[in-house]
């Protein structure tokens, strides 16, 4: 069986967890897939000045030493910036062995 963290690192995309202010705290290697219909989170949505964005959400599974459980932590991963809606620990014995969280694209309102 394959260790988790060679498991994260053969598969997984590149991720950077950033602060408030976009400062890079930590590289590393997460799965972000599509949270489609089915798991019933697709009733939300952002009233944009410019009208509705049907926003989705998106499942993190990441490395334990990779906090995002914050609300509204950033993720930038393949050009696309995230921000966590609730995040969970998963423990195996004392430490955390993996994150998981469920996180919104970042949409940025356009001046008109």
């Known amino acids: 069986m394959i260790a988790f963290g060679r498991f994260m690192q053969s598969f997984a995309r590149a991720c950077d967890i950033k602060?408030?202010?976009g400062v890079t705290l930590k590289s590393t290697r997460a799965f972000i897939?599509?949270?489609r219909y089915k798991n019933k989170l697709y009733l939300y949505g952002v009233n944009t000045q410019i009208g509705y964005n049907p926003e989705g959400c998106y499942l993190y599974i990441g490395p334990g030493d990779a906090d995002i459980t914050p609300p509204g932590s950033i993720i930038l991963c393949g050009g696309?910036?995230?921000r966590t809606e609730r995040g969970e620990k998963v423990y195996k014995g004392d430490s955390v062995f993996y994150i998981?969280?469920?996180?919104r694209k970042t949409?940025?309102?356009?001046e008109i």
């Open 107 to 110: 949409v940025e309102e356009e």
């Open 80 to 82: 696309e910036e995230y």
């Open 100 to 103: 998981w969280a469920i996180l």
């Open 19 to 21: 602060d408030e202010q």
């Open 33 to 35: 897939s599509p949270l």
